[in-house]
């Protein structure tokens, strides 16, 4: 196994290529999957959450009693993804079947382990126990990776980088040092 060592003065660290890749992770993770809340209680929203996170989506106070439907703006027309009737969550959207709940107190609805394929334009309509429409909300989820998340990536990169090139001159001093010393002898 490879080992990388960095050596400051009176202070010297050695890492295998495995623990240099696993805290590398770890920084990706910690910044990767979070949960994200969105008000969709002003019939209009946009959500913006990270690939891997969950999404809550509020679409009114409280959903007791009413029948709620949620649909998915496909490029060939609407697919339902969930209907709420009678207290019961029936998932239509396979793609959402483990990974969507619904909080009938609050009237909240949860997708996790977010995938980019989720982004897109969701109407969920909510009716009275009569029938009568009394929501229609527009959410747009957009699922992308964080800014931060990026920059993590591209530091690593550059850290990589500057690091091979170090390496490269340590072994090109040492070479020629070596070189050096076998002709003077």
Known sequence: ?????????????TMTANKVLILLV????????????CDATQNTSLCSVSPGGSVYIQVMTNASGHQVLCKKQLPLGPINVFILKREKLTIQYEPFRDRTEFFI???TFKISNMERNDSGHYIIEAFDPDGVLVRNVKVHLDVQEPISFLLILVAAGVGALLLLILLICACCFVCLRKKKSESTI
Do not use: D, Q, R, W
Not at 1 to 13: G, L
Not at 26 to 36: F, K, V
């Open 26 to 37: 770890m920084l990706a993770a910690a910044t990767h999957a979070h949960e994200n809340k």
């Open 1 to 13: 196994m490879s080992c990388v060592e960095f050596i400051i003065p009176s202070f010297k660290v």
């Open 105 to 107: 107190n609050n009237g």
